[in-house]
């Protein structure tokens, strides 16, 4: 571990112009102390305490491993997790938590919550701010649930004429046989109905995964199902409603509900990368969610701004969790169970029954990162995309979701986006980032390759899941590819 570790916090300068700007007046400077490093060490403990307890409570919802299990098939192998050889953990199950200790740091705890995941819980807590909440699931039983809302005739009866089975049959094939890349889980739909699918031994159809940045096109998909309900009073065009940016002189007023999604809001929120200088510490204010208990929602609208909204696309979780703090302060405004929210309006619509979307300390959704999802979740959520928002009801009516134009909002490049590859929380092909997909081609993706692609001139959706180490950017295209030359079009 290196120790180059300490980052401070920028300083800033007001610019005044049409529209008044915090901008950089000096850069992190390392400090590299030994009280540093201690940091460092147990905020690699904390993403650790974190995926032990997701990986026995949550994952062992439907795949039960032992905790020995769990650290070396979750955790240990991966470069991007840094754990350390003198690291101690242990999980209670009667308690339902998980720790991880070493010297040098407090031992860092993180509590299962049921419907609400695993919470790194921050220091000196013993327990979430919060009451946890039973998410029922409200969707019709799926085993005698015609698909797509249940499990009835979920597959083709026979390939359609235009499909190769054979090759098809030898794309899925040769994507398990890439054991490199450690995929559990994949998934492809056509025509409305599942054509083939395989998984690694232990994962199922109704395994949840830690999906990571997947959960933000759910954040996308919560901001237009709120919109489209009624429950959130806002256009893509119209300023984000966040009560602290509405100051006379503060800039952040400007920001729209359009720049959150497009994550061009011109919020400085630093996103250090892989450097594994940086990676670990307090000024990595995009990962910071992810090792330390922190209030997400709070730490992602308090941030000054840099550059002007819209004006570029920049990888960061501010913009996501603010939409969804917008959303929060929506539906709780209204009288509504926040921690609900999302299966009701979302999930029990499509027949989705397995998604937990995990918390902070204080009931916030940590949407970008720390959601779990099954591979016909997925399969699911893409399909309500493929189709415009709109999702058969059992009675044969339909259901609009997603209000009218909302898909094609999501899968146009964002005017920031120089390489034309990131929309309304999803990425798209539009620059040629997955050379063997389709131009059309859209996908929310997550770390270590989560990937959920729509590719409607193919009538297509693909889900890809399980944790890979990496390049697995190419093997999604290459799986695309293949597909894609299974289907006479």
Not at 31 to 51: I, N
Not at 256 to 263: E, K, P, Q
Not at 382 to 398: E, R, Y
Request: hydrophobic share 40%; glycine share 10%; with cysteine.
């Amino acid at each position: 571990m290196s120790a180059r570790i300490g980052v401070h916090r920028r300083c800033w300068t007001v610019v005044a112009g049409t529209a008044a700007l915090l901008v950089p007046g000096c850069a992190p400077e390392p400090d590299g102390t030994e009280e540093d490093e201690a940091h460092m060490r147990g905020h690699v403990a904390g993403m650790s305490a974190h995926h032990l307890c997701a990986g026995v409570f949550v994952v062992g919802r439907d795949y039960e491993r032992s905790v020995e299990e769990v650290v070396a098939q979750d955790i240990q192998p991966f470069d991007r997790f840094d754990w350390q050889v003198d690291f101690e953990y242990a999980v209670d199950f009667e308690t339902r938590t998980a720790s991880v200790s070493g010297d040098g740091f407090l031992t860092q705890y993180a509590e299962y919550n049921g419907d609400q995941g695993c919470t790194l819980l921050p220091a000196g807590f013993d327990d979430v701010t919060f009451e946890p909440a039973v998410v029922e699931r409200r969707s019709p039983d799926p085993e005698v649930t015609a698909w797509p809302m249940g499990d009835v005739d979920a597959t083709h009866d026979a390939p359609p004429a235009e499909v190769d089975k054979a090759a098809l049959d030898a794309a899925l094939d040769w994507a398990m046989a890439q054991s490199e890349q450690n995929t559990r889980a994949l998934v492809v739909i056509y025509a409305g109905k599942i054509l083939g699918e395989r998984y690694a031994p232990g994962f199922t159809r109704n395994t949840p995964q830690i999906s990571w940045s997947q959960g933000k096109s759910i954040a996308s998909a919560l901001v237009g199902a709120a919109i489209q309900a009624g429950h959130l009073d806002v256009g893509l065009d119209d300023p984000a409603p966040v009560p602290e940016w509405q100051g006379a002189d503060d800039p952040r007023r400007e920001i729209r509900i359009r720049d959150l999604l497009n994550m061009s809001s011109g919020l400085d929120f630093l996103n250090l990368g892989s450097d594994p200088a940086l990676r670990w510490t307090h000024a990595h204010e995009h990962s910071r969610i992810y090792f330390e208990g922190i209030d997400v929602f709070e730490h992602a609208i308090d941030q000054p701004m840099d550059t002007l909204p819209g004006a570029i696309f920049r990888y960061r979780n501010s913009d996501p969790l603010t939409a969804t703090r917008i959303v929060r302060q929506a539906v709780e405004a209204r009288g509504a169970d926040w921690l609900t929210y999302p299966q009701r309006i979302l999930f029990d619509r499509i027949g989705a029954r397995n998604y937990v979307l995990e918390t902070d300390a204080w009931g916030n959704f940590i949407i970008t990162g720390y959601d779990f999802g099954s591979a016909w979740d997925w399969a699911r959520f893409g399909l309500l995309h493929l189709w415009d928002g709109v999702w058969p009801a059992p009675d044969g009516g339909s259901d609009r979701i997603l209000p009218e134009g909302w898909v094609d909002f999501v899968s146009t490049p964002a005017p920031g986006a120089e390489l034309l590859n990131y929309g309304g929380l999803f990425w798209v092909n539009r620059g040629g980032a997955f050379p063997r997909a389709p131009e059309d081609a859209y996908w929310a993706a997550g770390a270590m390759g989560q990937y959920t692609a729509i590719i409607p001139s193919y009538d297509l959706v693909v889900v890809r899941l399980g944790p890979s180490p990496g390049d697995h950017g190419a093997y999604m295209s290459d799986i695309i590819g293949k597909v894609t030359a299974a289907i006479d079009r």
